[in-house]
């Protein structure tokens, strides 16, 4: 059965910072996709990772999949107040279904 | 405006009184899907549709069942709520099942169960 572990849970910065979350999962899986929520707001796709190796980019914002290490990484470059949500990692379960982390809440304060 | 929708985006009800919660896609998007998001526990996916008339279960569907007469929607009936099915439910889709195209929430639907 496929988990996914997102860590930290919570995340409290300072504008200006780096900082990165980490999505692990526990079973083979070339999918990997990462999301965005705002509070009392649905949730936005951010990346689409479909490949070892893969990295995007978006703003301070920078995705990347190792799949034999079975980890992904979400890595945020000077943070700003504008990027404070909550951030979802979901891998595909090469089953059609996909498995979502739990979320890492993430503040950025001046 | 490409979008999703759901109806009603709350609903306060009664155990055991019968309820749907309506999503409609109208981006041609072959795959929906619906989930529960519950604090602690994130995304669960309830039910999954691949294309019209083709459903399955994702990881938590008891209790819950879905149609999908028409490609552009796909509703979510529980036949008799219960309060553990208090959540806030999102309806998504996407161009195919492989997931290479992004996925598109609806809004959401808070759900109480009294």
New interface residues.
């Given amino acids: 059965e496929l988990k ?1 572990e997102q860590n930290p849970l919570f995340l409290s910065m300072q504008e200006g910072k780096n900082y990165t979350i980490y999505c692990n999962y526990s079973t083979t899986s070339d ?1 990997l ?1 990462w999301y965005r929520q705002d509070p009392g ?5 951010l990346f ?1 990772l ?1 490949s070892n190796g893969a990295v995007k980019q978006e703003g301070r914002l920078m995705a990347s999949l190792d799949t034999k290490a079975r980890l992904s990484t979400l890595h945020i470059t000077a943070a700003v107040h504008d990027l404070s949500a909550t951030y ?1 990692c ?1 891998v ?1 379960s090469n089953t ?8 890492t809440r993430l503040q950025v304060f001046p | 405006e490409a979008q999703v929708t759901q109806n009603p985006r709350y609903l306060i009800t009664v155990t055991g009184k019968k309820l749907t919660v309506t999503c409609s896609q109208n981006m041609n998007h072959e795959y929906m ?1 619906w ?1 529960r998001q519950d604090p ?6 309830i039910y ?1 549709s ?1 294309n019209v008339e083709v459903t ?1 279960k ?2 938590v569907p008891e209790g819950y069942k879905v149609s999908r007469k028409e490609k552009r929607n796909f509703p979510l009936i529980l036949e008799s709520p219960s309060p553990n099915q208090t959540s806030l439910y ?1 309806c ?1 889709s996407s161009t195919d ?1 492989e ?10 639907t808070r759900l109480t169960v009294l």
């Fill in positions: 996914v999918r996709y707001k649905s949730l936005e796709s689409v479909l979802f979901a595909d059609d279904k996909l498995i979502f982390g739990t979320g | 899907s989930y602690g526990l994130g995304l669960r996916q999954y691949m399955d994702g990881d999102f998504a099942s997931y290479t195209d992004t996925q598109y929430f609806g809004p959401g």
